[in-house]
């Protein structure tokens, strides 16, 4: 799914996505801290998370592709994706699976896991969300991850496709 934005407006499309993929963030913290958190649903939260951080690529790659065509973007796109650090390009690639995955109907590759709610004499248990390809480790970590990512992408893709931009 393409989408363009009008030069005027991409910074703020991008920014929009960014600011709502560091809300979910935050949400999912406090549905991970050992407290029972009824009230928050882990996986719908992953869910919005993934449809925010995941939908600045399609933006910049509407964009790009419009202003300078595809072959350029592809390039560019290749050039980033080569400079990110060993670790981080297969959790880029994970994140742009996990939209593909979304536009398509399906859930995110989510497991679930439980923890013990400190002090409850009761055995209430917490449940978490983790995802399947990286079990070992909090989603939200996993979701930081992907928003630094997600951050870096649009701060090199703006700086490097300012020529299409207005002046500031």
């Known amino acids: 799914m393409s989408t363009t934005v009008r030069p005027d407006n991409l910074k703020a499309a991008l920014d929009a996505k960014l600011a709502a993929a560091a809300s979910q963030l935050v949400e999912l913290r406090e549905a991970e801290q050992p407290e029972v958190t009824p009230h928050l649903n882990p996986r719908e939260i992953v869910e919005a998370f993934l449809s925010y951080a995941g939908r600045v690529y399609p933006i ?65 248990r917490n449940r978490l969300v983790r995802f399947a390809a990286v079990p070992e480790r909090a989603a939200s970590d996993v979701c ?17 496709y300012a020529r299409f931009l207005p002046a500031p």
């Open 60 to 124: 910049a790659a509407g964009f790009g592709r419009a202003q300078a065509g595809d072959l350029q973007f592809e390039a560019w796109y290749a050039e980033w994706t080569g400079k990110l650090a060993d670790a981080d390009r297969p959790l880029w690639q994970h994140l742009r699976d996990e939209l593909a995955r979304h536009e398509h109907g399906h859930k995110a590759a989510l497991i679930e896991a439980e923890v013990a709610v400190p002090d409850a004499r009761t055995g209430v």
């Open 144 to 160: 930081a991850d992907y928003l630094r990512l997600a951050k870096r992408f649009v701060g090199e893709f703006l700086r490097d």
